[in-house]
């Protein structure tokens, strides 16, 4: 019995449902976000297949302004969303600025 190497597993997982993101199959398979989009995107091009577009409508950038236009802090706000603290305050700052212009 061969063993399946998770490169194959991932492909195997895109083929099998075509609404699924690249963060999903990483989450499934337990590997970096970048490992699967170079699997994914070169399985793609080989097939001349689209690649999955990821779901943008809430992304860390606006879950950040988001948070903190409810009254969160910077650091409260790094924590929701799972980032570092100096993301988050780069985020608040160019928001900050753009508000102001």
Known sequence: MSKINKSQKMREIFENNEDITIKEIADEVEVRYAFAYQVIRRYCDKNELEMPTENTENTKKERIIELYEEGYSIADCSKEVDTNYSYAWK????????KES
């Open 91 to 98: 985020v608040v700052d160019d928001y900050r600025k753009s």
